[in-house]
């Protein structure tokens, strides 16, 4: 605290003598009241007439109409010591402090505006509090200094890491791209032996297919054959057995003239026991599996051409071997012999239930279910096996190649990203990407996360609200003041919410206030040493002891 107080002694005087030294300047200059010293020559009468040109060139009027409470000009240019135009402006000289301008509006309201109290009239007394608020900022502006001193040297060591982060991702940068078009040339390489091994491989199932069809055509047909042979047996079962007793006798047989083996003209016991395998009847299973296998040849020689005798032709007849012989009936038609094969058929599947019917599934544990059928890849020969394999070790480079390409694409893109958010002039601000900030009031924790984004939680607890994302920088005039988050969460009713964040000099980054001046609108107020710009601190500081 004393050497505060002794640098605030030594400070005062100086400014004092500095203010004199320009107050002295600035009375050399004659002009009228409320005009800054850097437009003194802007308001001179011409030569010869004596008048003066409204600033925006519109008009020209006597120089003693200015100031004269009366608004002449349209831009209020005539008036910068009274308030007759509103859009004029009064600069307070401010001798010993900062001169600043505020609207002619504001002269002559009984306001004491101008530390100086030039904008009020001596009835106003307005007391001159530049010398003690000038000493008050040269005090501020040097603990500023100060800051911005010792602030400076962890700058530099932030610029030092960022420009080393920068040269880091360059380098990676360059490596990606040799990399890429490597690796661009192998995926080429390896999308031609794909289709080299697809091209070899698709022609190696596609005969597989075709000769599969074939062998699929041969075993459907085999295993048509002897459900067919069964449908043809059962058809001569019905018309052989013409008494409808569920058997076929060696008389039912001797009728069909076709079995004659000795081409005599009859049909003998002997021959017709041969038929039925030496037995004197056969029920239609004994027949199919017996009979119809012998009978069948000499039918389908004769196929066409046997026509069952009539019945009346049949007891004319004489058959001298075959006493009491039943004469054969008209074969039965097709549709009946069709019913009769759907009849068994129906019967065998109702035996076939039955014999089910009380048997529990045997479905084990993690089994799965019977109905659906496990789907069996094909069995390839050898040679297919292998074309596919190769194939497949081709598609699996390819995919290899191209999943490493995607890699290089994306780490790319994130380095082309970092390079185009600005990390300022020097790389200052390079390293808080990737870092977070946290402020706590007494309803919200808010987070900055600088160069991705803005956000709130609930102290309670809750989900957090995104209040924007990285968008710019928006600092006027300094472009490193101030950042932008954008397109946040939703208000309910309203737009999406944005923060702006308001960033000076401190030794260590934080957030020190979180307002939100207007709805979904957000104001962090950010401290860090990357804003710690010595040198530019001294020119602005420099600047003002000018304009004093």
């Not at 911005?148 to 791209?177: F, N, P, S, V, Y």
């Not at 009946?336 to 019967?347: S, T, Y």
Request: aromatic fraction near 6%; hydrophobic fraction near 30%.
């Amino acid at each position: 605290m004393q050497g505060l107080g002794l640098s605030q002694t030594v400070l005062i005087p100086v400014v004092v003598a500095i203010v004199f030294l320009n107050a002295s300047s600035a009375t050399d200059v004659p002009r009228p009241l409320g005009v800054s010293l850097a437009k003194a020559s802007l308001y001179q009468p011409r030569a010869g007439d004596n008048s003066w040109t409204c600033l925006d060139g519109s008009r020209s009027i006597p120089f003693a109409q200015i100031n004269d409470d009366y608004c002449d000009c349209p831009d209020g240019s005539d008036e910068p010591g009274t308030s007759a135009c509103s859009n004029g402006q009064f600069h307070c000289l401010n001798k010993g402090h900062q001169s600043v301008d505020i609207p002619s509006s504001q002269v002559q309201d009984g306001i004491c505006d101008c530390c100086d109290g030039s904008d009020e009239s001596q009835v106003v007394g307005c007391p001159n509090t530049c010398l003690e608020l000038g000493a008050a900022a040269a005090v501020q502006r040097r603990n500023e200094a100060e800051l911005h001193k010792r602030g400076a040297e962890r700058r530099l060591e932030m610029i030092t890491k960022g420009k080393q982060m920068k040269a880091e991702r360059e380098a990676r940068r360059l490596e990606l791209d040799q990399r890429h078009k490597e690796q661009v040339v192998l995926r080429d390489e390896k999308e031609q032996l794909k289709q080299n091994a697809e091209a070899l491989e698709k022609e190696a199932i596609d005969i597989f297919k075709a000769e599969q069809r074939e062998v699929d055509a041969e075993t459907a047909q085999a295993e048509q054959e002897p459900q067919q042979m069964r449908q043809e047996a059962s058809l001569s079962f019905v018309r052989y057995d013409t008494n409808k007793d569920g058997f076929v006798e060696v008389t039912e047989l001797m009728v069909d003239m076709n079995l004659d083996r000795d081409r005599n003209g009859v049909v003998t016991i002997e021959e017709a026991k041969f038929f039925l395998d030496e037995r004197e009847r056969v029920d239609l299973d004994a027949f199919v599996t017996l009979a119809w296998p012998r009978i069948k040849p000499l039918a389908m020689l004769a196929e066409g051409l046997f026509q069952p005798p009539q019945p009346e032709e049949v007891v004319e007849q004489e058959q001298p071997t075959t006493e009491g012989i039943q004469p054969t009936p008209p074969m039965p038609s097709q549709e009946q012999a069709d019913l009769a094969g759907e009849e068994e058929i129906e019967a065998d599947e109702e035996g076939e239930e039955d014999q089910y019917d009380d048997e529990e599934p045997d479905v084990g544990v993690g089994e799965a279910s019977p109905d659906v059928e496990e789907v069996k890849p094909p069995n390839y020969d050898p040679e297919t096996e292998r074309l596919i394999q190769q194939a497949n070790e081709a598609r699996n480079a390819l995919q290899e190649v191209e999943r490493s390409l995607r890699e290089i694409e994306q780490e790319i893109k994130e380095i082309d990203e970092q390079n185009s958010k600005g990390y300022g002039l020097t790389e200052e601000w390079a390293v808080h990407d990737g870092q977070c900030y946290n402020f706590e009031d007494r309803e919200y924790v808010y987070t900055l996360c600088p160069f991705d984004r803005a956000s709130q939680k609930s102290r309670n607890g809750g989900a957090e609200t995104t209040l924007g994302r990285w968008d710019k920088w928006i600092g006027e005039p300094k472009k490193y003041s101030q950042q932008k988050y954008t397109n946040g969460a939703a208000c309910w009713n309203g737009p999406n919410r944005s923060a702006i964040i308001n960033i000076s000099c401190a030794l260590e980054p934080k957030i020190t206030a979180v307002s939100e001046p207007n709805r979904c609108e957000y104001f962090f107020e950010f401290e860090t040493p990357a804003a710690c710009d010595s040198e530019a601190f001294q020119a602005e500081t420099e600047n003002l002891h000018d304009e004093l």
